[in-house]
C-alpha cells in the first residue's frame, strides 16, 4: 500500500517547486516554481506500479539517496527545552531528551533523493529501497572521470544497494 508521492525540489532563485504523484499515474509533465513561476520540463524514471521508485522523478537518474526526514530544528528544540529543565530534574531531562529525539529519528519517515537534480520524493514505497549517501557517486556524478575514487555507476542505479561502508 502507498500513497501519494510528494515531490519537491529546490529552485536557484530560493524559492520551492512542489507536486504530487498518484500510485501509477505519470507525473505532470511540467511544473512551475512558486516563486519565480520559471517552468521546468519533468523527465521521470522509472516508477512500478506499486509506487516504487527506481530512478528519479525530475531528471530520470537512477542513483539516488535515502535519508531520514528528521527537521535538525526539532532535534535542537527538544535538546534546548530540556538544557532549561535540566537543573530542576536532576539532569534527567536531557536523558530524556536523548531518548526521545533517537525514538523520533527512528520512527521518521525516509526521504528518498536524487544525487544529479536533488529533488526530494517522500511517500515512495519501501521496495526498491535506495542506500543512504555515499559520497563516492556525488564525487563521481560531479567530476566525472577526473573523480578520485570514480568507482562506475551500479548496474541499475542505487535500487537495493546496499548501505555505502565508509
Ligand atoms: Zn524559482
Ligand atoms: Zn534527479
Known sequence: MSGDLRLRLGCPCGGRLEWTQAPGEPGPGRVACGGCGEERTLEPGRRDEEGGLWACQVCGHPELYSRKDFPAALGLGIVGVAAVAAPSTAYLSLVGATLVDGLLYLFMP????????????????????????????AERLKYGRRAVMGRPMREGGTANAPDPEH
Open 110 to 137: 525516509e526521504v528518498v533523493a536524487c544525487y544529479v537534480c536533488g529533488v526530494e520524493h517522500r511517500g515512495a514505497a519501501k521496495e526498491p529501497r535506495h542506500p543512504r549517501f555515499d559520497r563516492e557517486i
